[in-house]
């Protein structure tokens, strides 16, 4: 196994406004987005190499990490591998989800398993109920917005057994994401998307996310 022997070179001055925008909930090293691709771009091709184990240890050991660029780093490293996963590597990060959580990650570990879906489309079913009717609210973030790649793919069951568990959850980030979800269907089946907000109750400020490009 590879050891990680990786840590980010950062600028103190960026960190307030970093944490500050993500409501002071993690510390910050001051490492922007463009920069924080740059010093890991070797580590991520470097990983193309590594066996599957040492990713998931890498992975593990940057999520414990206090700062908040390195559970990023988790997330890019994951995202980066995604073609080589199979579905036991997807329960396994399932469990990250929950952890230090917050929009940003929660998204991001969304974009991974959406794109991994889009590999292994027989499994969108198994990959979706992994998160529905969790008692989690971010895993059920994750079970509305997991079709957000797939176009005019989406299974709309599915779209629609997770809309309902949360139909009356006064929860932003659960109502934003029901909203996200229809909205980014629309541009596929606008027909669709009107007919369920016409024969749903939902929150105004699902309506009005979902209504965005109708």
Known sequence: MEKLDFTFTGNPENAPAMAHYMQDR????????????????????????ADLATIHTWIKRLYAREQREYQYLALDLAEYNVSRWQFADIV???????QKSWWDSVDHWGTVFGKYIQRHPEQKAAIFQLFYQSPNLWERRIALTLQLKEKDAVDTTMLTQAILFDQYTDEFFIQKAIGWALRQYSKFSPDWVMQFLNTHQLSNLAVREASKYL
Do not use: E, M, N, Y
Request: glycine letters at 4%; a positive charge.
């Open 92 to 98: 396994i990060f399932k469990q990250f989800v929950t």
């Open 26 to 49: 993690f510390v910050f090293l001051g490492v922007k987005s463009p920069d924080r691709r740059a010093q890991s771009k070797p580590l991520l091709q470097a990983s193309r190499q």
